[in-house]
């Protein structure tokens, strides 16, 4: 007497007897999108109730066939027996084929590992001299003192002869520490853990921090997200009983040491090899990794409990590696403004030269910096998840089957391109922006985001979709016997209105920034993309649609996971760290919403590429020459 | 009297600089005030918001609308005051203590202008007195909007500061704010979206049909 969940073409049975039907379609291998993380807000976890006993706001509900249902799995009950639920649309939290970002690009540095092996050989013990296993291990060691529970490892016959050992030395808070000791080398170097812990997606490189060499890499969706899409569910959840201790545990036991295995496993080393890790994230995952409460950063004046983090041990933070292992936490620079954005500033070598620089990471938080002369300005734009696909009716994120890239051909044909090849089952940021813009040119889209009805019809692509109990206007990307779910894949206005939005927020902020300096986008010598999303942009398309600033391509340098590498730089490098305090230090904070023309900026943003034509020259002569 | 086509469609299309034209241009060739606020820009914005809770417009074109009904207001409003023009009501509006987001907020403001109210903008970031303050100066109704999960629990510390003094409605909105949030923590009224406010506020002053 089974809960049946169907999803376009897949049956999924759950185990449980009773439960709410978002946790039950999670253990049935169904996990469903909670962008609000379960509060009833964000409606991406609707359902269809096709049949079957149901509690809702405290009220049995019996459903029988035929009587479908329209609810939100996160505030229905299944009370047990025979039930059918019906998944529109699968957010999918899987990570098969998902297309995230690990390339590590690192600015020239030099080489002081993290952690390192010297054999020493003590020499024997002066009688007359009073001194200790630990004071010779010291000294041997060039180091201020040992851990008396490491040197009490030593055999006891080692009190005073002549000895030889293999030591394991990892840096921590400006100085090294023992963290092993052996009579005899293991002959495998110490390796080093690199973290990217991101709001949806967390990267890791496990590299040998002797010569830079990434050995592997992975990447998982941070299962924080069964909490919330964004920093501001977190922040709620982490307020409840336990909260902060759930979420640190999701993100460490089930999302980091899980990938330490695969990788342990696939490189055939021991996760204890591991003598080292950096962690860069932004300034609330920072605090859940460190089991520190980010409820402050939640209001005005979002004050964090703090910007710098002392380097704990592996144990101490959870992860699978040497126990004694050093954990570094890149500082941040603000609530807002994390580690991941230090971490972006010092692989791109950012505001260490003379004109103007602009960074910029585009993902969920939308984080910028803006560099005049040396002098750097930040701020966070809070652009939401629509670029990583959330939020959209078919939006998915970049996993297999995700269609990637739009074009228009000149025929008016549409051509979408998958990741994987496969079939799609639904369309990721990327696509979106490439979708809006070739949808412009063609004259499909105007410049507020709506359908050329006319055309959409006959391109034979016009449907009517219901939305929320109103039908919007979308446009059909694949149809229903191509695609990978059964239904077709649509974009719809409010779609496109959807990722307006979010290129309006990050565009005001740029606007607002440079503004603020008294310059244009003209102005502009250096932008820096950083983030993973980045990489998959066509940068033309950005800037159609108003994204980016007008600026030549040829000023673009996109890096890519900054995050990453600049965890991984912390590991090859512990000198880079003085820097990274430096940077945090460095960015006077721009608060958007104080900001008087910030709003302005939004709503003429809004439009594509701009209200003002005057803010994308160079696309307002491309349309005067054709 | 009907309405002037001319500038009923510079509304609708967030025409900022047309209605910035047009509105002094009617005023000099005669066209009364009131009658311009009430026949012609007042419906364009209810059509607007109309069509935004069909899903026939989107927040952009709201935005931009909602802009240029702004700058006609701005310069009628020294014209309506000269001739003694009464609003429909006194709101006042306000982000909750510790939320810096306005912009639904700033929608809701011109919508409640665009639909005949006065309204004080409280800004953001408004503890209790705030609203008090709005209230000192007239406010019979108290629109509050949260935009972040962890801000929304201030609400009902407002909800409770004017819970005796069942004249005063206190009316909550914002993203991840709910119908059920609203009646667990007692708020007179709630509104889904910015056009929504503007009906709720409607029925609470005996306005709507």
Not at chain 1, 139 to 149: E, T
Not at chain 1, 242 to 261: C, Q, S, W, Y
Not at chain 1, 477 to 482: F, G, K, R, V
Not at chain 1, 596 to 614: N, S, Y
């Given at each position: 007497?089974?809960?049946?969940?169907?999803?376009?073409?897949?049956?999924?049975?759950?185990?449980?007897?009773?439960?709410?039907l978002?946790?039950?379609?999670?253990?049935?291998?169904?996990?469903?999108?909670?962008?609000?993380?379960?509060?009833?807000?964000?409606?991406?976890?609707?359902?269809?109730l096709?049949?079957?006993?149901?509690?809702?706001?405290?009220?049995?509900?019996?459903?029988?066939?035929?009587?479908?249902?329209?609810?939100?799995?996160?505030?229905?009950?299944?009370?047990?027996?025979?039930?059918?639920?019906?998944?529109?649309?699968?957010?999918?939290?899987?990570?098969?084929?998902?297309?995230?970002?690990?390339d590590?690009?690192?600015?020239?540095?030099?080489?002081?590992?993290?952690?390192?092996?010297?054999?020493?050989?003590?020499?024997?013990?002066?009688?007359?001299?009073?001194?200790s296993?630990?004071?010779r291990?010291?000294?041997?060691?060039?180091?201020?003192?040992?851990?008396?529970?490491?040197?009490?490892?030593?055999p006891?016959?080692?009190?005073?002869?002549?000895?030889s050992?293999s030591?394991?030395?990892?840096?921590?808070?400006?100085?090294?520490?023992?963290?092993?000791?052996?009579?005899?080398?293991?002959?495998?170097?110490?390796?080093?853990?690199?973290?990217?812990?991101?709001?949806?997606?967390?990267?890791?490189?496990?590299?040998?921090?002797?010569?830079?060499?990434?050995?592997?890499?992975?990447?998982?969706?941070?299962?924080q997200?069964?909490?919330?899409?964004?920093?501001?569910?977190?922040?709620?959840?982490?307020?409840?009983?336990?909260?902060?201790?759930?979420?640190?545990?999701l993100?460490?036991?089930?999302?980091?040491?899980?990938?330490?295995?695969?990788l342990?496993?696939?490189?055939s080393?021991?996760?204890?090899?591991?003598?080292?890790?950096?962690?860069c994230?932004?300034?609330?995952?920072?605090?859940?990794?460190?089991?520190?409460?980010?409820?402050?950063?939640?209001?005005?004046?979002?004050?964090?409990?703090?910007?710098?983090?002392?380097?704990?041990?592996?144990?101490?933070a959870g992860?699978?590696?040497?126990?004694?292992?050093?954990?570094?936490?890149?500082?941040?620079?603000?609530?807002?403004?994390?580690?991941?954005?230090?971490?972006?500033?010092?692989?791109?070598g950012?505001?260490?030269?003379?004109?103007?620089?602009?960074?910029?990471?585009?993902?969920?938080?939308?984080?910028?910096?803006?560099?005049?002369?040396?002098?750097?300005?930040?701020?966070?734009?809070?652009?939401?998840?629509?670029?990583?696909?959330?939020?959209?009716?078919?939006?998915?994120?970049?996993?297999?089957?995700?269609?990637?890239?739009?074009?228009?051909?000149?025929?008016?044909?549409l051509?979408?391109?998958?990741?994987?090849?496969?079939?799609?089952?639904?369309?990721?940021?990327?696509?979106?922006?490439?979708?809006?813009?070739?949808g412009?040119?063609?004259?499909?889209?105007?410049?507020?985001?709506r359908?050329?009805?006319?055309l959409?019809?006959?391109?034979?692509?016009?449907?009517?979709?219901?939305?929320?109990?109103?039908?919007?206007?979308?446009?059909?990307?694949?149809?229903?016997?191509?695609?990978?779910?059964?239904?077709?894949?649509?974009?719809?206005?409010?779609?496109?209105?959807?990722?307006?939005?979010?290129?309006?927020?990050?565009?005001?902020?740029?606007k607002?920034?440079?503004?603020?300096?008294?310059?244009?986008?003209?102005?502009?010598?250096?932008?820096?993309?950083?983030?993973?999303?980045?990489?998959?942009?066509r940068?033309?398309?950005?800037?159609?649609?108003?994204?980016?600033?007008d600026?030549?391509?040829?000023t673009?340098?996109?890096?890519?996971n900054?995050?990453?590498?600049?965890?991984?730089?912390?590991?090859?490098?512990?000198?880079?760290?003085?820097?990274?305090?430096?940077?945090?230090?460095?960015?006077?904070?721009?608060?958007?919403?104080?900001?008087?023309?910030?709003?302005?900026?939004?709503?003429?943003?809004?439009?594509?590429?701009?209200?003002?034509?005057?803010?994308?020259?160079?696309?307002?002569?491309?349309?005067?020459?054709? | 009297?009907?309405?002037?086509?001319?500038?009923?469609?510079?509304?609708?299309?967030?025409?900022?600089?047309?209605?910035q034209?047009?509105?002094?241009?009617?005023?000099?060739?005669?066209?009364?005030?009131?009658?311009?606020?009430?026949?012609?820009?007042?419906?364009?914005?209810?059509?607007?918001?109309?069509?935004?809770?069909?899903?026939?417009?989107?927040?952009?074109?709201?935005?931009?609308?909602?802009?240029?009904?702004?700058?006609?207001?701005?310069?009628?409003?020294?014209?309506?005051?000269?001739?003694?023009?009464?609003?429909?009501?006194?709101?006042?509006?306000?982000?909750?203590?510790?939320?810096l987001?306005?912009?639904?907020?700033?929608l809701?403001?011109?919508?409640l202008?665009?639909?005949?109210?006065?309204?004080?903008?409280?800004?953001?970031?408004?503890?209790?007195?705030?609203?008090?303050?709005?209230?000192?100066?007239?406010?019979t109704?108290?629109?509050?909007?949260?935009?972040?999960?962890?801000?929304?629990?201030?609400?009902?510390?407002?909800?409770?500061?004017?819970?005796?003094?069942p004249?005063?409605?206190?009316?909550?909105?914002?993203?991840?704010?709910?119908?059920?949030?609203?009646?667990?923590i007692?708020?007179?009224?709630?509104?889904?979206?910015?056009?929504?406010?503007?009906?709720?506020?409607?029925?609470?002053?005996?306005?709507?049909?």
């Amino acid at each position: 007497m089974p809960l049946v969940f169907k999803a376009g073409n897949e049956t999924k049975i759950a185990q449980e007897r009773r439960g709410k039907l978002l946790g039950l379609a999670r253990l049935a291998g169904l996990p469903m999108g909670a962008s609000c993380g379960g509060a009833g807000t964000c409606g991406s976890c609707t359902v269809f109730l096709e049949q079957g006993r149901f509690e809702l706001f405290g009220q049995t509900v019996e459903i029988e066939a035929g009587d479908r249902r329209e609810v939100l799995a996160c505030e229905t009950v299944y009370l047990g027996g025979d039930a059918e639920v019906t998944v529109p649309r699968v957010a999918a939290v899987v990570d098969e084929g998902a297309r995230i970002e690990t390339d590590v690009l690192l600015p020239t540095h030099a080489s002081r590992p993290a952690v390192r092996v010297v054999d020493v050989r003590l020499a024997a013990a002066q009688h007359e001299s009073s001194t200790s296993l630990c004071e010779r291990l010291a000294g041997a060691l060039g180091l201020a003192g040992v851990d008396p529970d490491i040197a009490a490892t030593l055999p006891a016959d080692a009190s005073s002869a002549p000895l030889s050992v293999s030591a394991t030395l990892a840096f921590a808070d400006g100085q090294e520490r023992l963290i092993d000791l052996r009579m005899e080398s293991s002959g495998r170097p110490p390796l080093a853990l690199a973290v990217d812990i991101g709001t949806s997606t967390v990267a890791v490189a496990l590299l040998d921090p002797a010569t830079g060499r990434i050995l592997d890499r992975a990447a998982r969706f941070n299962q924080q997200m069964l909490r919330g899409d964004d920093v501001a569910s977190r922040i709620t959840h982490s307020m409840e009983p336990d909260g902060v201790k759930v979420l640190r545990e999701l993100v460490t036991g089930h999302t980091i040491n899980p990938m330490i295995a695969e990788l342990c496993d696939r490189q055939s080393c021991d996760p204890e090899d591991i003598g080292a890790v950096a962690i860069c994230g932004n300034t609330v995952m920072a605090h859940l990794f460190l089991g520190l409460p980010p409820a402050g950063i939640g209001t005005w004046p979002f004050m964090p409990v703090a910007r710098a983090f002392p380097t704990v041990s592996a144990q101490t933070a959870g992860l699978s590696c040497h126990p004694r292992a050093t954990v570094y936490v890149a500082p941040a620079i603000a609530g807002y403004v994390g580690g991941d954005i230090v971490a972006d500033l010092a692989v791109a070598g950012f505001g260490q030269r003379p004109g103007v620089e602009l960074l910029i990471d585009i993902g969920t938080n939308g984080e910028m910096v803006l560099a005049e002369n040396g002098a750097l300005f930040a701020c966070a734009t809070a652009a939401g998840p629509a670029f990583e696909g959330a939020g959209l009716v078919h939006g998915c994120r970049a996993v297999r089957g995700a269609i990637e890239r739009i074009d228009l051909d000149a025929a008016g044909r549409l051509n979408c391109a998958t990741i994987g090849g496969a079939p799609a089952i639904g369309l990721c940021g990327s696509a979106a922006i490439d979708f809006i813009a070739c949808g412009c040119e063609a004259g499909l889209i105007n410049e507020f985001g709506r359908y050329d009805l006319d055309l959409l019809r006959r391109m034979g692509r016009y449907v009517s979709f219901a939305l929320r109990g109103h039908s919007t206007h979308a446009c059909v990307l694949a149809d229903a016997s191509e695609s990978g779910t059964g239904a077709a894949i649509v974009v719809t206005e409010a779609d496109i209105a959807q990722v307006l939005k979010a290129k309006a927020a990050i565009y005001a902020g740029i606007k607002t920034l440079l503004q603020g300096r008294g310059r244009a986008a003209r102005a502009i010598d250096r932008l820096i993309l950083a983030g993973g999303f980045a990489r998959h942009i066509r940068l033309e398309r950005a800037i159609r649609i108003g994204l980016l600033p007008d600026v030549p391509v040829a000023t673009v340098e996109v890096i890519g996971n900054g995050s990453l590498a600049g965890a991984v730089l912390a590991l090859v490098d512990t000198s880079s760290r003085r820097a990274f305090v430096e940077l945090m230090n460095r960015p006077a904070v721009v608060e958007l919403n104080l900001a008087p023309d910030f709003a302005g900026h939004f709503a003429e943003a809004l439009a594509i590429p701009h209200l003002d034509p005057t803010e994308f020259p160079s696309l307002t002569a491309q349309e005067r020459s054709t | 009297m009907s309405r002037h086509e001319a500038l009923y469609a510079a509304i609708c299309k967030g025409k900022r600089n047309d209605v910035q034209a047009l509105v002094p241009q009617l005023l000099a060739e005669g066209a009364v005030a009131e009658e311009l606020l009430t026949h012609t820009m007042i419906p364009a914005m209810r059509d607007i918001g109309e069509k935004f809770s069909r899903n026939e417009v989107y927040v952009p074109e709201m935005l931009i609308a909602a802009r240029a009904m702004q700058a006609g207001l701005n310069i009628l409003e020294p014209v309506l005051a000269k001739k003694g023009h009464q609003p429909y009501g006194k709101v006042c509006c306000g982000t909750v203590k510790g939320d810096l987001h306005d912009i639904g907020k700033n929608l809701v403001v011109m919508m409640l202008k665009g639909a005949g109210y006065e309204v004080i903008d409280l800004g953001v970031d408004c503890g209790v007195e705030k609203f008090e303050a709005g209230v000192a100066q007239g406010a019979t109704a108290v629109l509050c909007s949260a935009l972040l999960t962890t801000t929304m629990p201030y609400m009902k510390q407002v909800v409770d500061a004017f819970r005796d003094r069942p004249h005063i409605k206190v009316i909550i909105g914002g993203a991840p704010v709910t119908l059920n949030y609203a009646k667990e923590i007692g708020a007179e009224g709630y509104g889904s979206d910015a056009n929504d406010a503007v009906k709720v506020v409607e029925r609470l002053f005996g306005r709507s049909a």
